[in-house]
Nanobody, 115 residues
């Protein structure tokens, strides 16, 4: 069974920074693509970015240049460094992966950016 556990959320002022982490278990982390999603109140969950097994990354236009995804395969951990945060970045942040044709999600961590 794959487990994903997010951490690092909190309250931050606009312009500040936060770093989220996602610890994975029950899978071969090094060969899996990993995603960060977020869901703002009253809105649909949206893809923030992806990190592939190669280390290459892809980001939503709304976070390009501000957010950076990285991975530590030895620690089976993915991180999301968020800089220049805006109030519209507020939401619950989830990590997700697809393993053996099944999607697995963490429970999420709340990020609140005050103006």
């Amino acid at each position: 069974q794959v487990y994903l556990v997010e951490s690092g959320g909190g309250l931050v002022q606009a312009g500040g920074s936060l770093k989220l982490s996602c610890r994975a278990s029950g899978m071969n982390f090094g060969i899996a693509a990993m995603n960060w999603y977020r869901q703002a109140p009253g809105k649909q969950r949206e893809l923030v970015g992806t990190i592939f097994s190669s280390g290459n990354t892809d980001y939503a236009d709304s976070v390009k240049g501000r957010f950076t995804i990285s991975r530590d395969n030895a620690r089976t951990t993915m991180s999301l460094q968020m800089n220049s945060l805006k109030p519209e970045d507020t939401g619950v942040y989830y990590c997700k992966t697809t393993w053996k044709s099944r999607d697995f999600w963490g429970r999420g961590t709340q990020v609140t950016v005050s103006s």
